[in-house]
């Protein structure tokens, strides 16, 4: 088993739409907990971290829930520009990063 | 300021032929790392250096992969005798971080190899 799993996709919505990504993750002495953003043939850039109490940023939403595991991203208003691959990641102790499969997300006009 | 950078950008090597992939962290960013992104894969850890000492290399698929970092800035991933299975996105990562808690990790912009 993956120490983060997330869906794959490919999630194809229209502009405009709202859509939720969520991961899980297997090691509980996780400490800290990201969305990365990784364009076609780019490096993975930090969308933003994600804390317990839920944090927005923009369009953006992530929240955890340390007792399930469990991480989402909610994109609303999707642009064409969002279309990318989503990356759930956790990290122990300011070390390496464990990064999930990625999400891909295609939004079309 | 001036980001990761990693040369070359793009590596085909015969297969059994030794690569030697270059990583030029953030000026001053004390611990680098190294992932090994395959296709249709999130990237994985393959080794952590705090300055000069590599602290971590439990991610090193084999003993064909070596790493170095001997003055605490630019590193070296080494891969001897390359294997089909060894093609892929090699990224480099650099932080400020001094263990503990987690600073942002900047990626470079990857060396795509591919093994023939």
């Known amino acids: 088993r993956k120490e983060v799993e997330q869906d794959p996709g490919p999630f194809n919505v229209p502009e405009g739409a709202t859509v939720a990504f969520n991961c899980t993750y297997s090691?509980?002495?996780?400490?800290?907990f990201f969305w990365y953003r990784q364009d076609c043939r780019k490096e993975p850039k930090l969308l933003m971290s994600v804390y317990s109490s839920g944090n927005e940023d923009g369009r953006f939403t992530a929240q955890l829930n340390r007792a399930s595991q469990y991480i989402s991203l909610l994109i609303r208003d999707s642009k064409l520009s969002d279309s990318a691959t989503y990356l759930c990641?956790?990290?122990?102790?300011?070390?390496?990063?464990?990064f999930g499969k990625g999400t891909t997300l295609s939004v079309s006009s | 300021g001036a980001g990761v950078s990693q040369s070359p950008r793009y590596k085909v090597a015969k297969r059994g032929q030794d690569v030697a992939l270059r990583c030029d962290p953030i000026?001053?960013?004390?611990?680098l790392f190294w992932y090994q992104q395959a296709l249709g894969q999130g990237p994985e850890f393959l080794t952590y250096?705090?300055?000069?000492?590599?602290?971590?290399k439990s991610g090193l698929p084999s003993d064909r992969f070596f790493a170095e970092r001997p003055e605490g800035s630019v590193s070296t991933l080494k891969i001897q005798r390359t294997q089909q299975e060894d093609s892929a996105v090699y990224l480099c990562?650099?932080?400020?971080?001094?263990?503990?808690?987690?600073?942002?990790?900047?990626f470079g912009p990857g060396t795509r190899l591919t093994v023939l």
């Open positions: 990562a650099s932080s400020s971080t001094n263990g503990g808690h987690y600073n942002e990790q900047f």
């Open positions: 090691n509980s002495a996780s400490q800290s």
């Open positions: 000026s001053g960013h004390v611990s």
């Open positions: 990641v956790v990290n122990q102790a300011g070390t390496a990063l464990i």
């Open positions: 250096f705090q300055n000069e000492a590599q602290l971590d």
